[in-house]
T-cell receptor
Framework: NAGVTQTPKFQVLKTGQSMTLQCAQDMNHEYMSWYRQDPGMGLRLIHY???????DQGEVPNGYNVSRSTTEDFPLRLLSAAPSQTSVYFC?????????????FGSGTRLTVV | KNQVEQSPQSLIILEGKNCTLQCNYTVSPFSNLRWYKQDTGRGPVSLTI?????NTKSNGRYTATLDADTKQSSLHITASQLSDSASYICVVSDGSNDYKLSFGAGTTVTVRA
């Protein structure tokens, strides 16, 4: 049981490049979400999904796309990277909402945009 | 806007000593409050969760308290160990939406031998 797996762990992009951050969970959790963590700030929700085929925007969705074709996978796509997207990205999953079971977080992807 | 403020921003304690972290929130209505521990380079891990009807919750050497009237919570670490060095994050839910939470910026605890 691997939990929540994020890849890559580190990534450097040039401004304007696109890329996909991968997130996979093997716990059959319905709910998955993406957060970004910046110094001195709390985690901020980018996008979330309550099940396969269903996604919705969070607090800071601009510049990011998501899809949820399977229960297991929830990739985050950066359309055209900008220096403001330099951050640590966390994927989280839960059987339902966080308030009932809490999140299981991945180990994060540290992204630098130059 | 719902806010969660944590204090202090960071602290250093000697191994074996106790410490208390604070969390003040303006989230309303209130549903539950959770404390997470985040080790360096890792994702957060849940320590405790409390609903509005609970005053205290323990998890080993970690004890969380909640005063829903004053909208304050604290996390007490007893007999600290080197492995307690981490960031501790307070998360509050308003219950209106399971999926939109308010995160504090965290308190970084360093335990020294």
């Amino acid at each position: 049981n691997a939990g929540v797996t994020q890849t890559p762990k580190f990534q450097v992009l040039k401004t304007g490049q696109s890329m996909t951050l991968q997130c996979a969970q093997d716990m059959n959790h319905e709910y998955m979400s993406w957060y970004r963590q910046d110094p001195g700030m709390g985690l901020r929700l980018i996008h979330y999904s309550v099940g396969a085929g269903i996604t919705d925007q969070g607090e800071v969705p601009n510049g990011y796309n998501v899809s949820r074709s399977t229960t297991e996978d929830f990739p985050l796509r950066l359309l055209s990277a900008a220096p403001s997207q330099t951050s640590v990205y966390f994927c989280a999953s839960s059987p339902t909402g966080e308030q009932h079971y809490g999140y299981t977080f991945g180990s994060g992807t540290r992204l630098t945009v130059v | 806007k719902n806010q969660v403020e944590q204090s202090p921003q960071s602290l250093i304690i000697l191994e074996g000593k106790n410490c208390t972290l604070q969390c003040n929130y303006t989230v309303s209505p209130f549903s539950n409050l959770r404390w997470y521990k985040q080790d360096t380079g890792r994702g957060p891990v849940s320590l405790t969760i409390m609903t509005f009807s609970e005053n205290t919750k323990s998890n080993g050497r970690y004890t969380a308290t909640l005063d829903a009237d004053t909208k304050q919570s604290s996390l007490h670490i007893t007999a600290s160990q080197l492995s307690d060095s981490a960031s501790y994050i307070c998360v509050v839910s308003d219950g209106s939406n399971d999926y939109k939470l308010s995160f504090g910026a965290g308190t970084t605890v360093t335990v020294r031998a």
